[in-house]
C-alpha cells in the first residue's frame, strides 16, 4: 500500500515504515504530524484517484528530527568587469516517519 502525498508545493511517494525528507514543519520531534492533501492511494491494486485530492484520505507521521541540508554554493562572474560573488545556503528540512495511510 502506498499513497502520494503534497506538502511543501512537493510531492512525495510514501508508504507505510518510510523515512521522509520535506520541507520545514513547525512541529516538535516526537510530535504526530497528519498531511490531508493525498492525491492517491493504492492498496494492493485498488486505486484511487484525487480529483485534486481523495476525500476522507489522511496520511499519519511523526517527527524524527529537524536538521540543514548540505551548504549549496552560488558562484556569480562576469569576465572582465571585475565582477564575482560568491553565496552560500543550507536548507531547513524535516525528518518524518510514516505510521499510517487511511482511505
Known amino acids: 500500500m502506498f499513497a502520494i502525498i503534497k506538502t511543501g508545493g512537493k510531492q512525495y511517494r510514501v ?17 504526530a504530524v497528519t498531511f490531508e492533501d493525498v492525491l492517491l492511494i493504492d492498496n494492493n491494486g485498488d486505486l484511487k484517484v484525487g ?14 528530527t529537524h536538521d540543514r541540508a548540505k551548504k549549496v554554493i ?24 510514516i505510521k499510517s495511510i487511511k482511505g
Open 51 to 64: 480529483q485534486p485530492t481523495v476525500k476522507g484520505a489522511k496520511v499519519e507521521a511523526e517527527v524524527i
Open 74 to 97: 552560488i558562484f556569480k562572474k562576469k569576465r572582465t568587469t571585475t565582477y564575482q560573488r560568491t553565496q552560500g545556503h543550507r536548507q531547513g528540512y524535516t525528518e518524518v516517519r
Open 15 to 31: 508508504a507505510e515504515g518510510d523515512i521522509l525528507r520535506v520541507e520545514l514543519l513547525e512541529k516538535d520531534p516526537k510530535q
